[in-house]
Protein backbone atom coordinates (compact mmCIF):
# COMPACT_ATOMS: atom_id res chain seq x y z
CA UNK A 1 0.00 0.00 0.00
CA UNK A 2 1.14 3.68 -1.04
CA UNK A 3 1.13 6.10 1.24
CA UNK A 4 3.67 8.46 0.14
CA UNK A 5 4.63 8.35 -3.17
CA UNK A 6 8.25 9.52 -3.14
CA UNK A 7 9.06 7.22 -0.41
CA UNK A 8 7.69 4.53 -2.98
CA UNK A 9 9.22 5.56 -5.76
CA UNK A 10 12.60 5.59 -4.13
CA UNK A 11 12.38 2.34 -2.96
CA UNK A 12 10.95 0.67 -7.25
CA UNK A 13 12.48 3.43 -9.03
CA UNK A 14 15.07 4.52 -8.08
CA UNK A 15 17.74 5.20 -10.49
CA UNK A 16 14.95 7.49 -12.50
CA UNK A 17 14.04 9.96 -9.57
CA UNK A 18 17.18 12.51 -10.20
CA UNK A 19 15.83 13.35 -13.72
CA UNK A 20 12.19 12.98 -13.26
CA UNK A 21 11.45 14.82 -9.71
CA UNK A 22 13.38 17.94 -8.77
CA UNK A 23 12.51 19.29 -5.18
CA UNK A 24 12.25 23.41 -5.33
CA UNK A 25 12.33 25.87 -2.15
CA UNK A 26 10.18 29.03 -3.36
CA UNK A 27 9.23 31.78 -0.89
CA UNK A 28 6.27 33.37 -0.36
CA UNK A 29 3.99 35.23 -2.52
CA UNK A 30 5.34 33.59 -5.39
CA UNK A 31 3.14 32.61 -8.59
CA UNK A 32 4.01 28.83 -9.87
CA UNK A 33 2.11 29.59 -12.79
CA UNK A 34 -1.08 31.47 -14.24
CA UNK A 35 -3.19 31.60 -17.14
CA UNK A 36 -2.25 30.91 -19.98
CA UNK A 37 0.04 28.66 -18.93
CA UNK A 38 -1.48 25.20 -18.87
CA UNK A 39 1.54 22.72 -18.71
CA UNK A 40 3.46 22.46 -15.68
CA UNK A 41 4.88 19.55 -14.06
CA UNK A 42 2.63 17.99 -11.14
CA UNK A 43 3.87 19.60 -7.89
CA UNK A 44 3.49 17.88 -4.52
CA UNK A 45 3.29 20.15 -1.58
CA UNK A 46 6.03 18.72 0.94
CA UNK A 47 5.75 21.91 3.33
CA UNK A 48 4.09 25.04 3.20
CA UNK A 49 0.66 26.32 1.66
CA UNK A 50 -0.34 26.93 -1.66
CA UNK A 51 -3.23 28.62 -2.86
CA UNK A 52 -4.93 27.18 -6.25
CA UNK A 53 -7.79 29.84 -7.92
CA UNK A 54 -8.58 31.39 -10.81
CA UNK A 55 -9.47 35.58 -11.71
CA UNK A 56 -12.31 37.11 -11.89
CA UNK A 57 -13.97 38.81 -14.77
CA UNK A 58 -12.29 42.10 -12.78
CA UNK A 59 -9.08 40.39 -13.07
CA UNK A 60 -9.19 39.72 -9.38
CA UNK A 61 -8.21 36.68 -7.04
CA UNK A 62 -10.50 33.56 -6.67
CA UNK A 63 -9.78 31.46 -4.28
CA UNK A 64 -10.50 27.22 -4.93
CA UNK A 65 -8.18 25.87 -2.75
CA UNK A 66 -5.63 25.97 0.13
CA UNK A 67 -3.59 22.99 -0.60
CA UNK A 68 -1.60 21.33 2.46
CA UNK A 69 1.54 19.39 2.81
CA UNK A 70 0.86 15.67 0.38
CA UNK A 71 -1.23 17.74 -2.34
CA UNK A 72 -1.11 17.43 -5.30
CA UNK A 73 -1.48 19.84 -7.80
CA UNK A 74 -0.66 21.39 -11.43
CA UNK A 75 -0.62 20.75 -15.35
CA UNK A 76 -3.88 21.09 -16.66
CA UNK A 77 -2.96 20.01 -20.48
CA UNK A 78 -5.64 16.84 -20.23
CA UNK A 79 -7.96 19.65 -19.69
CA UNK A 80 -9.40 20.49 -23.35
CA UNK A 81 -11.76 23.54 -22.17
CA UNK A 82 -10.99 27.19 -21.58
CA UNK A 83 -10.43 26.22 -17.58
CA UNK A 84 -7.35 28.46 -16.34
CA UNK A 85 -5.93 28.62 -12.89
CA UNK A 86 -2.99 30.39 -10.76
CA UNK A 87 -0.92 28.50 -7.92
CA UNK A 88 0.35 31.21 -5.40
CA UNK A 89 2.45 30.07 -2.20
CA UNK A 90 1.28 31.36 0.70
CA UNK A 91 3.87 30.42 2.82
CA UNK A 92 8.02 29.67 1.99
CA UNK A 93 7.31 26.30 0.39
CA UNK A 94 8.92 23.18 -0.32
CA UNK A 95 8.17 21.36 -3.33
CA UNK A 96 8.45 18.39 -5.63
CA UNK A 97 8.27 18.57 -9.25
CA UNK A 98 7.08 15.46 -11.11
CA UNK A 99 8.03 15.22 -15.01
CA UNK A 100 4.20 15.05 -15.95
CA UNK A 101 5.34 11.58 -18.51
CA UNK A 102 6.92 10.15 -15.92
CA UNK A 103 4.34 10.77 -13.54
CA UNK A 104 1.57 8.90 -15.92
CA UNK A 105 4.01 6.49 -16.27
CA UNK A 106 4.32 5.52 -12.81
CA UNK A 107 0.46 6.15 -12.61
CA UNK A 108 -0.25 3.63 -14.72
CA UNK A 109 2.38 1.05 -15.01
CA UNK A 110 2.35 0.44 -10.74
CA UNK A 111 -0.29 -0.90 -9.63
CA UNK A 112 0.01 0.53 -6.02
CA UNK A 113 0.38 3.39 -7.24
CA UNK A 114 -2.63 3.75 -9.74
CA UNK A 115 -4.61 2.67 -6.30
CA UNK A 116 -2.79 5.70 -4.53
CA UNK A 117 -3.52 8.10 -7.21
CA UNK A 118 -6.94 6.77 -7.58
CA UNK A 119 -7.43 7.09 -3.55
CA UNK A 120 -6.19 10.65 -4.19
CA UNK A 121 -8.41 11.45 -6.53
CA UNK A 122 -11.79 10.57 -4.56
CA UNK A 123 -10.10 12.21 -1.43
CA UNK A 124 -10.07 15.61 -3.81
CA UNK A 125 -13.74 14.90 -5.33
CA UNK A 126 -15.17 14.73 -1.84
CA UNK A 127 -12.84 17.72 -0.58
CA UNK A 128 -14.97 19.75 -3.25
CA UNK A 129 -18.23 18.00 -2.69
CA UNK A 130 -18.16 19.19 1.17
CA UNK A 131 -16.99 22.32 -0.07
CA UNK A 132 -19.95 22.46 -2.33
CA UNK A 133 -22.54 21.68 0.58
CA UNK A 134 -20.58 24.49 2.24
CA UNK A 135 -21.88 27.05 -0.10
CA UNK A 136 -24.81 25.99 -0.80
CA UNK A 137 -26.54 24.04 2.30
CA UNK A 138 -25.49 26.42 5.35
CA UNK A 139 -26.23 29.29 6.66
CA UNK A 140 -23.42 32.34 6.64
CA UNK A 141 -22.32 31.25 10.14
CA UNK A 142 -22.11 27.85 9.81
CA UNK A 143 -20.33 28.37 6.25
CA UNK A 144 -17.65 30.47 8.11
CA UNK A 145 -17.51 27.76 11.35
CA UNK A 146 -17.09 25.00 9.22
CA UNK A 147 -14.49 26.23 6.47
CA UNK A 148 -12.43 27.51 9.71
CA UNK A 149 -12.47 24.22 11.17
CA UNK A 150 -11.65 23.03 7.70
CA UNK A 151 -7.93 24.55 8.20
CA UNK A 152 -7.46 24.17 11.85
CA UNK A 153 -4.11 23.05 12.63
CA UNK A 154 -0.11 24.10 12.34
CA UNK A 155 1.83 24.00 9.45
CA UNK A 156 5.63 23.76 9.09
CA UNK A 157 6.81 26.06 6.14
CA UNK A 158 9.90 25.50 4.34
CA UNK A 159 12.02 27.38 6.39
CA UNK A 160 10.95 25.37 9.46
CA UNK A 161 8.55 27.92 11.08
CA UNK A 162 5.61 26.50 12.47
CA UNK A 163 2.39 28.89 11.15
CA UNK A 164 -1.47 28.40 12.32
CA UNK A 165 -2.91 27.46 8.99
CA UNK A 166 -6.01 29.27 10.10
CA UNK A 167 -4.30 32.83 10.12
CA UNK A 168 -2.88 32.45 6.71
CA UNK A 169 -6.41 33.06 5.16
CA UNK A 170 -7.83 36.09 4.10
CA UNK A 171 -11.40 37.16 4.71
CA UNK A 172 -11.22 37.18 0.96
CA UNK A 173 -10.27 33.71 1.10
CA UNK A 174 -12.98 32.33 3.24
CA UNK A 175 -15.18 34.31 0.99
CA UNK A 176 -14.35 32.44 -1.75
CA UNK A 177 -14.17 28.93 -0.26
CA UNK A 178 -17.94 29.67 1.37
CA UNK A 179 -19.68 31.85 -1.78
CA UNK A 180 -20.24 34.64 0.49
CA UNK A 181 -18.46 38.21 0.36
CA UNK A 182 -16.04 39.36 2.28
CA UNK A 183 -18.11 42.00 4.16
CA UNK A 184 -20.11 39.22 5.34
CA UNK A 185 -17.50 37.46 5.71
CA UNK A 186 -16.34 39.84 8.50
CA UNK A 187 -19.42 40.44 10.09
CA UNK A 188 -19.79 36.66 11.00
CA UNK A 189 -16.15 36.27 12.08
CA UNK A 190 -16.69 39.21 14.51
CA UNK A 191 -20.23 37.43 15.39
CA UNK A 192 -18.01 34.05 16.23
CA UNK A 193 -15.06 35.38 18.42
CA UNK A 194 -17.80 37.86 20.16
CA UNK A 195 -19.51 34.54 21.26
CA UNK A 196 -16.35 32.35 21.90
Not at 34 to 49: L, S
Not at 163 to 181: K, S
Amino acid sequence: MVTNLYDYLRDVCQDSLATNIQERVVNAQTILYQPPQRVTPIFEVVRGVVKVGSHSSKGEEVTHYILKPGDFFGNLQYLNVGFAEFAKTLTAVQLRAYNPSFFRTVTTQYPEVSEWFAKKLVGRWYQAEKQLFTVTGLNAQEKVARTLIQYEGIIEDAGGRKLLLRELLTLQDIADLTGMTRQTVSKVVKRIHAIS
